[in-house]
């Protein structure tokens, strides 16, 4: 069981004592930036920045030669060998392309193959919204109509999904199921293999979005068994504003085509013969499309050698230490203010980030804006902060919370408008 204390030497004592705190000298920090957003967008790195200027230079030596004299050709393989690990994939499972929508795009392109008597998809309703998006056009596309073939599993208490709730909704009319690995809001965590194996079960598709636990939290899909998922790199894998996804298809589904094709889908050995048709590479390459960005790429490599430097269990242990240190701090000092921990206190069902709930939250978030800490809102009530245990300390934590309490004290919140920014 951990144990907490008041005062910031404690904070003192645990950053002493943190195996990771070298990592933060590597990443830009900014001088009297709290930065706890990372759950949104991670901070550049210079490893990020050696990886980047790397490929620079390559491309300004080699012109096309980028791609056979520097191996940039398949630079997506080497990336996505990097990243497997973090799934306890095999490595010809994962790829990096495209953006986390087009990803969501191309699998439901791949699984869904709705007949007049099984055609319907099952979602939750808390999702981020870009997977439901992508999902009704597949539906359309399909001559379907989506409020009739989307079924969406509604939360009990719009906080949190309940997997038996979802595998209930699994009935004989259903060919997918898509869903978060971790609610963008209130950091739960789902229970995979429960929901993947009861849609197997019943001979249902499942795929998962892992945006918001990737590189937080060790998955093991050889353990879950998922038919695909899909995750951003630009949070806790720091890989850049915008940076290239991952995709993860289950080996046993090699031999399908994908539902987009492309010619960086096409078998290394015969792609360059320029054929009209299609010669699908059967591995998880074969799902690219066009030509992989790789100035869009590179950071992303010299951001997943940290981690792996650093090991993602080390990682996860010190993130559940740290938040929950936290949640201990929300506790003892800003709960008399009306603050709240929106989340699942227990490991195993929690994220890397915490989600502090208050009446005020749109104002006290530009408030803590304003005094050098960089926090989100999401709607209506919640304020995300994400010590990503990379880059944030112990002492950073104590001394966020102690500018939120003098935030409180003196009122500042009523300073702002009670409106969200555009990038809230």
């Known amino acids: ?37 990372g759950n949104s967008l991670g901070l550049c790195s210079k490893d990020a920045e050696a990886s980047l200027m790397e490929a620079l230079d390559a491309w300004k030596k080699a012109g096309i030669d980028i791609w056979s004299q520097y191996g940039y050709f398949l630079y997506q393989d080497k990336l996505g060998e990097l990243c497997a690990p973090l799934v306890n994939a095999d490595p010809d499972e994962v790829t990096i392309c495209m953006s986390t929508t087009m990803n969501v795009h191309q699998a439901i392109a ?10 319907k998809i099952i979602m939750d309703d808390l999702n981020f919204p870009t997977d439901r998006y992508a999902v009704y056009s597949n539906i359309r596309v399909h001559g379907y109509d989506p409020e009739e073939c989307l079924k969406v599993v509604k939360s009990r208490d719009g906080e949190y999904i309940y997997e038996d709730d979802v595998i209930e909704a699994m009935t004989d009319d259903v060919c997918l199921v898509l869903l978060p690995s971790a609610l963008y809001r209130s950091a ?31 998955h093991d899909f050889k353990e879950i068994q998922p038919d695909f998922a899909l995750w951003c790199t630009y949070k806790y894998l720091n890989g850049g504003p915008g940076a290239i996804a991952g995709l993860y298809i289950n080996r ?56 792996q430097e650093a090991g993602l269990q080390n990682l996860r242990e010190k993130s559940l230490d740290i938040t929950e240190y936290l949640m201990y701090l929300i506790d003892t000092k800003l709960a008399k203010y009306g603050f ?9 069902r929690r994220t890397g980030h915490v989600a502090l709930v208050h009446e005020d939250a749109i104002r006290i978030n530009a408030a803590m804006k304003a005094r050098g800490v960089i926090p989100d809102f999401r709607f209506p009530d919640v304020i995300r902060l994400a010590p990503v245990p990379l880059y944030i300390s112990y002492t950073e934590v104590y001394d966020m919370v102690d500018i939120i309490v003098d935030i409180m004290e003196k009122k500042e919140y009523e300073n702002f408008e009670n409106k969200r920014g555009t990038v809230a």
């Open 188 to 218: 739960q965590l789902i229970d995979m293999k429960k929901i993947a194996d009861a849609a197997h079960e019943r001979g249902i598709y499942v795929g998962f979005d892992l945006c918001h636990s990737i590189g937080a939290v060790p």
């Open 1 to 37: 069981m951990r144990t907490y204390e008041d005062g910031r030497e404690f904070a003192q004592k645990k950053d002493a004592a943190d195996g990771l705190k070298k990592f933060q000298e590597r990443f830009y920090k900014q001088e009297g930036i709290i930065y706890m957003d």
């Open 110 to 119: 791949t699984f869904y193959h709705p007949t007049p008597e099984r055609n």
């Open 252 to 307: 046993k589904h090699f031999g399908m085509e994908p539902g987009l094709a492309g010619w960086h889908g096409n078998k290394k050995d015969t792609q360059f013969n320029l054929e009209q048709y299609f010669d699908h590479a059967e591995y998880a390459g074969g799902w690219q499309t066009g030509t992989q960005p790789v100035l869009s790429m590179a950071p992303l490599e010299g951001s997943l050698k940290m981690i």
């Open 340 to 348: 709240s921990v929106g989340n699942y206190r227990e490991d195993y």
